[in-house]
T-cell receptor
Framework: NAGVTQTPKFQVLKTGQSMTLQCAQDMNHEYMSWYRQDPGMGLRLIHYSVGAGITDQGEVPNGYNVSRSTTEDFPLRLLSAAPSQTSVYFC????????????FGPGTRLTVL | AQSVTQPDIHITVSEGASLELRCNYSYGATPYLFWYVQSPGQGLQLLLKYFSGDTLVQGIKGFEAEFKRSQSSFNLRKPSVHWSDAAEYFCAVGPYSSASKIIFGSGTRLSIRP
């Protein structure tokens, strides 16, 4: 099993550009989530999904979109990148809910100039 | 709203010494509590979790945590640290009413002195 994979590992964008961060898991987990990690602030939940076709907002959803067309994939879209979105982004998945062990991907480091 | 506080930003301990990382939560009822560890350049890994029952919880890598309702705390402990324990540690809390969201603390970075 590859576990949770994320691409790309690093990305530099200019303000206003759009992009999609990819996340995939091969463990047949129902729950998937996106977090951003900023220094001194821990991880903050952006969006999550409890199954294919179902998504919901977390703490900091503004500026981000998600979709869940399959159980395996949960892409995160930045519609118009802003410097405030410079961060490290983690995707995670778990059986059922976030209260079961979440398995995290290796992260994507995004810089917006 | 629930919140979680990790008062120590950075702790340094000597290899072989004992460790205690502090975590306090704010929530009206007993929440679900977690400790995750992040090694440098990696994603997070679950160390242990508490839902109910015995207030002393054993986890992986020799870690344990104790839930103290009266102090709203869930401190992480290890009797003897190893150099490989150097990492960032995150406490997290989840409300009983929603199993879809957990709130992470800001983290404590642990350094090990040889």
């Amino acid at each position: 099993n590859a576990g949770v994979t994320q691409t790309p590992k690093f990305q530099v964008l200019k303000t206003g550009q759009s992009m999609t961060l990819q996340c995939a898991q091969d463990m047949n987990h129902e729950y998937m989530s996106w977090y951003r990690q900023d220094p001194g602030m821990g991880l903050r939940l952006i969006h999550y999904s409890v199954g294919a076709g179902i998504t919901d907002q977390g703490e900091v959803p503004n500026g981000y979109n998600v979709s869940r067309s399959t159980t395996e994939d949960f892409p995160l879209r930045l519609l118009s990148a802003a410097p405030s979105q410079t961060s490290v982004y983690f995707c995670a998945s778990s059986y059922g809910t976030s209260y079961n062990e979440q398995f995290f991907g290796p992260g994507t480091r995004l810089t917006v100039l | 709203a629930q919140s979680v506080t990790q008062p120590d930003i950075h702790i340094t301990v000597s290899e072989g010494a004992s460790l205690e990382l502090r975590c306090n939560y704010s929530y009206g009822a007993t929440p679900y509590l977690f400790w995750y560890v992040q090694s440098p350049g990696q994603g997070l890994q679950l160390l242990l979790k508490y839902f109910s029952g015995d207030t002393l919880v054993q986890g992986i890598k020799g870690f344990e945590a104790e839930f103290k309702r009266s102090q709203s705390s869930f401190n992480l402990r290890k009797p003897s640290v190893h150099w490989s324990d150097a990492a960032e540690y995150f406490c997290a809390v989840g409300p009983y009413s929603s199993a879809s969201k957990i709130i992470f603390g800001s983290g404590t970075r642990l350094s090990i002195r040889p």
